[in-house]
């Protein structure tokens, strides 16, 4: 049969003491997400008045950038398939970061790492 827990060893999560705890902890998940959030909005607003001052329409310009990234299934494919390339370079970067290491040579191994798909495709091909 399952044991009984009692409730004297089971910790209240939101006690007196626990309460400060899950405040921090929700004040730093929000950290990680309103900060890049914010950025990407100031960053927005400022290209919008470069725009402007170049007499387009801002919101043309991005309605245009959302139709042509996401527009179609044949966009969404092209922009994942010229993402994942820079995506993995990013991996090869942020994974020895978290070490403590410095990798600089991200381009250099997508220019490797074709040049090896291309040799083994001609090598494979006869």
């Known amino acids: 049969m399952a044991d009984i827990v009692s409730s004297a060893s089971v910790p209240v999560m939101l006690g007196a003491k626990c309460y400060p705890t899950a405040l921090e902890w929700i004040a730093r998940r929000a950290e990680a997400l309103v900060i890049p959030l914010a950025a990407l909005i100031v960053g927005m607003a ?14 043309q310009l991005y309605e245009t950038m959302w139709r042509g990234g996401f527009g179609s299934w044949f966009s969404v494919q092209n922009s994942l398939s010229r993402a994942a390339p820079l995506l993995l ?26 040049v090896a798909a291309a040799a083994m495709g001609v090598a494979a091909s006869g």
Do not use: D, H, T, W
């Open 46 to 59: 400022l290209f919008s008045l470069f725009i402007a001052l170049v007499g387009k329409s801002p919101a």
């Open 89 to 114: 370079a990013a991996l090869c970067v942020a994974l020895p970061a978290r070490l403590g290491l410095v990798v600089i040579g991200g381009e250099g191994a997508i220019v490797l790492g074709g």
